[in-house]
Each structure stands twice: as structure tokens, then as C-alpha cells.
């Protein structure tokens, strides 16, 4: 009964390269959610997804970043031309009833470093 | 969602109860606590929830004010694997409850 499994558990990157994150949900889960966690500071909502559909992107930022969640395959979290505050703990949840239910369940995160 | 206040960092001795407190004093009517914690380099954790009621489950208890102003969440029979960083979060009961805002949360330290 495996959890959120999320990989890479650690990603460097250079400034100006893209970042792909990946996040499989929990099995019988098909709404996944995307956190930040910058140094020192609390995790931050980024992205809802359901399969094939983004339902609320709003603490995404607008440029550079995007997600998909495809009706194959894990979730995918990608920033392009990554800057050096882009550095941050990236977490994946997912939660089998819509708009969160009453808990999500969270993978190990991505440790993102750009250098 | 109503702002949350935690103490930044507590003690307990292994074997003790632990008994981890958050104001909450503008929780509106609809709002629902919740905790969460999360134990160095991995991801949260969820641990309880409740609106007015106190709840227990095999993790924790939460106790929550007759006013809802204030809550504790209460860890039994603290072991050293309890050490984390505990969210105490306010949360509508409809809607958007994945849009959870962690704030910074107390350390628990629990020492042997």
C-alpha cells in the first residue's frame, strides 16, 4: 500500500536549465495537490489537479512553471529556466475525494538546489 | 481561513504527554482545526480534525475551547519519533480544503 511517492528526492540544476518533478498519488487517488517550501518558511498551496484537468492554479506562479497530471502517468511539475529562487522543498499530496476531502496525504518532497 | 498563533518550540520527556497549544480567537462558525506534522526532510503528516467536538484517534487527542477560540492537541505517550514540527491549521469546512496555509509551527523536541 505504497504512499505519494515523489522522485527525484533530490534535483540540481543549474540556473537556466528546466526542473521536472514527478509525483505519483496514492493508488485509488485521483486529485493531486502541489506545496513550496522555502527555507524557513511554511508550505504554500501551488496547484490542484485532477486527471487530464488543472482545477485551480492559483498560487502558481505565472510564468515558468507549469503542471499536468495525464490520464497516464505520475504528475509533473516542470519549471522552465530555473532561477536561484527556485530553490525550495517541492511536495506533492493527493487525496481521494475532491477539493482535499478531509485530509491530504503527502510525499517525501523534491529537494530542488539551483546553483 | 483564520490566522493561527503557536508557540515556536517546546520540550516534552520521552513517556510524558505532550500537550501542544494554538489560539485561534477569529475562527468563524464553518471553520474546522486541523493538525498536521512534519518530521524533518519528509512531508506532512495529518494527525487529527475537529470543529467543536473533542476527537481522539490512535495518534492524538484534540481538545478544542467551549468558545473555539483555543485548542490543544495532546500526544499521549511522547516517543522520540514524535519530534516534529506540528501545524495547527484553520480550515473552512467547504470548499477548498486543499488550499491549507502552513504557518511556522511549533518544534516539539522530545528528549529522552
Known amino acids: 500500500n505504497a504512499g505519494v511517492m515523489q522522485n527525484p528526492r533530490h534535483l540540481v540544476r543549474r540556473r537556466g536549465q528546466e526542473a521536472r518533478l514527478r509525483c505519483s498519488p496514492m493508488?485509488?487517488?485521483?486529485?493531486v495537490y502541489w506545496y513550496r517550501q522555502l527555507p524557513e518558511e511554511g508550505l504554500k498551496f501551488m496547484v490542484y489537479?485532477?486527471?487530464?484537468?488543472?482545477?485551480?492554479e492559483s498560487g502558481m506562479p505565472k510564468e515558468r512553471f507549469s503542471a499536468e497530471f495525464p490520464k497516464e502517468g505520475p504528475s509533473i511539475l516542470r519549471i522552465q529556466q530555473v532561477v536561484r529562487g527556485d530553490s525550495a522543498a517541492y511536495f506533492c499530496a493527493s487525496s481521494q475525494e475532491g477539493a482535499g476531502g478531509e485530509k491530504l496525504f503527502f510525499g517525501s518532497g523534491t529537494q530542488l538546489s539551483v546553483l | 481561513d483564520a490566522k493561527t498563533t503557536q508557540p515556536t518550540s517546546m520540550d516534552c520527556a520521552e513517556g510524558r504527554a505532550a500537550n501542544l497549544p494554538c489560539n485561534h480567537s477569529?475562527?468563524?462558525?464553518?471553520?474546522?482545526v486541523y493538525w498536521y506534522r512534519q518530521i524533518h526532510s519528509q512531508g506532512p503528516q495529518y494527525i487529527i480534525h475537529g470543529l467543536k467536538n473533542n476527537e481522539t484517534n490512535e495518534m492524538a487527542s484534540l481538545i478544542i475551547t467551549e468558545d473555539r477560540k483555543s485548542s490543544t492537541l495532546i500526544l499521549p505517550h511522547a516517543t522520540l519519533r514524535d519530534t516534529a514540527v506540528y501545524y495547527c491549521?484553520?480550515?473552512?469546512?467547504?470548499?477548498?480544503?486543499?488550499?491549507?496555509?502552513f504557518g511556522k509551527g511549533t518544534l516539539l523536541t522530545v528528549n529522552p
Open positions: 477569529t475562527i468563524s462558525g464553518n471553520e474546522y
Open positions: 493508488k485509488g487517488h485521483s486529485h
Open positions: 489537479l485532477q486527471k487530464e484537468n488543472i482545477i485551480d
Open positions: 491549521i484553520v480550515r473552512s469546512g467547504g470548499g477548498s480544503n486543499y488550499k491549507l496555509t
